[in-house]
């Protein structure tokens, strides 16, 4: 007992710093119909700084960089573009269903699970088109440099 009151005194004494996790700075939800039509809802979150204040190290830590986070549901035969080019983005499936990536020479279907995540690196295009059956849930997560 001595030691566990000596070894959380001296973490509260040592003053044991973390880092936070970094929140999206802006979320939305996209819903595509087949003929890729969008309809998206979006929230974002701003940073106010008092003019004629300096740079602290929390604000520096804020620069940076910020992840998007976009929810989109796909409609049977929908297309999912980059929503913004230039950027790598994570692809994570939140139901089952499958995939084509049209941009692909021969085109290739991914078979979509609840969890799974897909890495789509900013040089390679891509074109994801939903050719199932029911609505997919993606979850598209871009980080802004």
Known sequence: MRYVTAFCLFV???????????????SGGCSISASGLMDCDWASTIELRRTGTKKTTAHSANERRKPY????ILAPGAPLNPLVKGREV??????????INEKMSP???VT????????MP???????RNVG????????VEVEK
């Open 122 to 128: 900013k040089n390679e295009p891509y074109l994801l």
């Open 90 to 99: 994570l692809i994570v499936g939140m139901n089952d269903g499958e995939v």
């Open 69 to 72: 986070v976009t929810r989109c």
């Open 107 to 109: 085109q290739k279907h």
């Open 112 to 119: 979509v699970a609840k969890g799974l995540v897909m890495l």
């Open 133 to 140: 059956k029911e609505s997919l849930d993606l979850l598209v």
């Open 12 to 26: 509260l004494l040592s003053g044991h710093q973390t880092q936070a996790q970094v929140s999206p700075s802006s």
